[in-house]
């Protein structure tokens, strides 16, 4: 009888090969929430002023940002709750669950109908998703082996750059249906009543997709409940069933078809147990009678309270810090390209004012080319850069960077204008690459720096609050310092002081020390075994037999 898919799982969760399948299904997940939160950017603007509250382009603008700023909020207040959460019962209910409510704050947000339901929405969609945390414990338990480190952790940014410039071109092509497309949309029909609810519903359904994906075929990491009964992952077993049919063939010389995690140079050959310690040597830890004395150590080593070393707490610090100074840099820029050229001659070192006095088009062509300059950089650069020189010296790389290119972006403005937009180039490249390679370094040091496994939910929970809070409050502190320093002619101020921010950056990393990534027992044991020619046929049938009578 053919084993199933189960069986096979477990086979493959001994296996050192890289998780292409399961980072795969996590990127389909993944994909969902920027394409869901992107979208709004470009007819929030709109959105708010349909409502009537106020004819100030400054307060519209102003409501505008809270709209976005409640997401951030709400999520910095329920992360470390979504985090330990999911050190209790598993990552894969509590990702479900961000899915879901993503889906629940889109639909609400397209029927809002005034300022208030809008934040509302917003705040829900928040509170309800833990996933940035979650996501980032579950790519490294999925990831076995450190080599694998830097290519795993290059995905999931790499697709939200990809979400995010799909859900932008979404919002925009299909935002206010009626006006743009009178041939299909009627006036006094739904779409006419709330406009932008086209979008959202388009929206709510790619994270309806996600969601399907991840109940049927998104399996569970945490090292306690990865043999849970799923009955999700049975239902998906049993629709791959006819698009991949596999059989296990035993002594008669058949095949053995496994899923492609499984090292590729193994096969049914010789048989030889002893060679395998990984299936004959370890069962599965439920499998194993477990002392007392075993139990009350790993309960100490998951222990909360011992989780946050100085290591892990630099770790979060430095989280927080990137992400205020780069999600200020992000609302700066657009300004900066938009403001009008200074007719005043600039009184140096630091008294002048003006921008670059880009037209909108412009502006739209290089934060698409932003975009795809992330992409490039996430998914080769760093894993590249990451292999050579690990990830502690990529991020210090970096964030030593970051004062610097601060500093120096108000003076491009007064370049002439036939080295302008070179210059405003080589600053993108700059800042985009800068974030490119800082993040994933930084999550691969946390998770590589968490004393155990059952806690890096929490730490990563607290991570992404950190991050999350100084990602609301970013855009809004510089902001009124760009207010202040244009009301004084200084228009460096806001870079200046966000370049002393990223100085405090620079010099916590130099506090930072790499630690290398911490394998369970069976890993260790994998790790031995990798360079195996071969699975026994016999060996697994003991394996799948073993499995079955647990």
């Known amino acids: 009888m053919s084993p199933s898919q189960t069986q096979r799982r477990r086979v493959q969760q001994h296996s050192s090969a890289f998780p292409t399948r399961q980072l795969f299904v996590l990127a389909l997940c993944r994909i969902c929430e920027p394409i869901a939160f992107m979208s709004i950017f470009p007819y929030v603007y709109y959105m708010i002023s349909g409502y009537h509250i106020t004819n100030d382009e400054k307060q519209i603008a102003l409501y505008a940002g809270m709209v976005t700023s409640a997401f951030a909020f709400a999520e910095f207040s329920t992360g470390v709750m979504w985090g330990r959460l999911s050190d209790k019962v598993g990552r894969k209910p509590i990702l479900l669950m961000g899915l879901a409510g993503t889906g629940v704050s889109m639909i609400v947000f397209g029927f809002s109908p005034n300022l208030t339901t809008a934040l509302i929405a917003r705040a829900l969609g928040g509170l309800l998703n833990g996933n940035i945390g ?9 990831v076995t082996v450190e080599s694998h480190q830097a290519r795993a952790y290059s995905i999931m940014p790499f697709v939200w750059c990809l979400g ?83 059989q296990l063939v035993g002594k008669a010389g058949e095949t053995l ?46 222990a909360v309270s011992n989780a946050f070393t100085w290591q892990v707490c630099l770790n979060i610090v430095g989280y927080g810090i990137l992400a205020y100074h780069t999600i200020s840099a992000e609302q700066l820029l657009p300004v900066l390209f938009s403001l009008p050229e200074s007719e005043e001659t600039p009184k140096l070192p630091f008294q002048f004012s003006g921008g670059f006095a880009l037209p ?16 490039f950089a996430t998914l080769f650069v760093f894993p590249y850069v990451n292999r050579k020189i690990g990830s502690l010296a990529t991020f210090r790389l970096v964030v030593l960077s970051y004062p610097i290119l601060y500093f120096m972006v108000p003076y491009v403005t007064l ?105 369970t027992k069976n890993e260790e044991a994998n790790l031995e075994s990798e360079d195996l020619p071969f699975l026994d046929a016999d060996v697994l049938e003991n394996v799948y037999a073993e499995e079955s009578r647990h």
């Open 415 to 519: 370049v002439s204008t036939t080295f302008r937009m070179p210059c405003i180039y080589f600053v993108l490249v700059w800042k985009v690459a800068a974030q490119a390679l800082s993040y994933p370094s930084l999550a691969i040091m946390l998770a590589n720096a968490a004393p155990s496994k059952k806690v890096l939910g929490t730490l990563n929970g607290v991570a992404a609050a950190a991050a999350s809070l100084c990602r609301a409050f970013g855009p809004t502190l510089s902001g009124l310092v760009q207010s202040l320093g244009l009301s004084v002619g200084v228009l460096g101020l806001p870079w200046w002081a966000n370049s002393f921010v990223a100085l405090i950056g620079a010099v916590l990393s130099l506090r930072m020390v790499e630690e290398k990534r911490r394998y």
């Open 360 to 375: 909108t088009k412009v502006i739209g062509f290089i934060l698409s080319a932003q975009g795809f300059i992330q992409m």
């Open 257 to 302: 078809a496994l899923f492609e995690d499984v090292p590729p140079g193994y096969s049914s050959g010789v048989s030889s147990p002893a060679m395998n310690p990984i299936l004959v040597g370890e069962l599965p830890n439920e499998a194993q009678p477990v002392s007392a004395q075993t139990v009350a150590t790993g309960r100490r080593d998951a």
């Open 134 to 142: 979650v996501l980032q414990t579950t790519v490294a338990e999925v």
């Open 164 to 246: 995010s410039i799909i859900g932008s071109g979404l919002g925009g092509t299909l935002a206010d249906p009626v006006h743009n497309y009178p041939g299909y949309f009627e006036h006094g029909s739904l779409f006419d009543k709330f406009p932008y609810l086209l979008p959202n519903l388009v929206c709510a359904g790619v994270v309806i997709f996600g969601l399907v994906i991840g109940i049927l075929f998104l399996e569970e990491t945490h090292e306690d409940f990865k043999d849970r009964r799923d009955y999700g992952l049975d239902v998906g077993d049993w629709i791959l069933e006819f698009f991949r049919p596999t």
